[in-house]
């Protein structure tokens, strides 16, 4: 009942994550260039709950994001496809334990979720300011992925100690 209660809890948490957008302090990010929350909320939740659930919460996190964000491009296909990957190594991998295999999951997640946003901009968008390489993108690209790889390691650490249970 313990282990349930936690897992709402941390569920709870994800419906606060697009607004960690806004409250997040100015001293976390880089040029004011923040860290992808959801992807940080995403590691645990379907690293701990496999694919099916994984990509359940990529796809509810991914919404609540885009509601609240309101940009032209949408998140759904990299969160999703992010849940499914993430739950399918920590359903049929070995148990992950270190900092540092989360935060370059997370490094890895954020430069494919990143590499979407930019492939629907300049594909999708038919926009003459976007070009297909403009640097400014790749540096802010490369900015919120260092920016959430740093941070991902402490964050997804105590959320997995603190709300899921280690597997035997």
Do not use: H
């Amino acid at each position: 009942m313990k282990r349930q209660a936690k897992k709402y809890i941390y569920l709870g948490l994800g419906g606060i994550v697009p607004f960690l957008y806004f409250i997040s302090p100015n001293w976390i990010s880089i040029y004011g260039i923040q860290p992808n929350w959801g992807i940080i909320w995403l590691l645990p939740w379907a690293i701990e709950e496999g694919p099916i659930l994984g990509m359940l919460g990529g796809l509810c996190c991914s919404l609540l994001l885009d509601s609240v964000l309101a940009q032209s491009v949408t998140q759904i296909p990299s969160f999703v496809l992010l849940g499914y990957w993430w739950g399918r190594i920590g359903f049929k991998g070995p148990l992950i334990e270190n900092s540092f295999s989360l935060g370059l999951l997370v490094f890895i997640g954020s430069f494919f979720n990143g590499l979407i946003i930019w492939l629907q901009q300049t594909l999708l968008l038919q926009n003459e300011r976007i070009y297909l390489f403009n640097i400014s993108i790749f540096q802010i690209l490369i900015t919120e992925t260092i920016v959430t790889a740093i941070l991902a390691p402490m964050i997804c650490s105590c959320a997995l100690l603190s709300f899921f249970r280690k597997k035997n």
